[in-house]
């Protein structure tokens, strides 16, 4: 069991590591100061995406569909194992997925307001 949860959390937790803080763009003519600032506003249009309620939706469908395999395959013991793994597993793709959203939102936003966003 240990040994699984571990397996599921780790990868994810390395792709949940992109942050909008790692966003590269070309600095060529632009002036940094009115950059931070622009960041810094697209950085809180970003956070109007619900990165919380998508871990918590995906925590439990994990739940449910973990509890579901580990019934069929060993019973009641294998149905919480099971529920415990996927809650864990789906949670942390949820909120892999806001994080990726977020970061999508801010490179958007940035493009938007003119800078040419390398990554």
Partial sequence: MKNIVVA?????VIIACTTTDE???????VNMSAYQQDLAECQTYAKQVKTGEKATKGAASGALVG???GAITGGSSGAVTGAGVGAVGGGAKGANQGQQSEV?????CLSGRGYRVLN
């Fill in 104 to 108: 999508q939102v801010v490179k958007r």
């Fill in 23 to 29: 966003i590269i763009i070309d600095q060529k003519g």
């Fill in 8 to 12: 599921i959390i780790v990868p994810l």
């Fill in 67 to 69: 509890g579901l395999i």
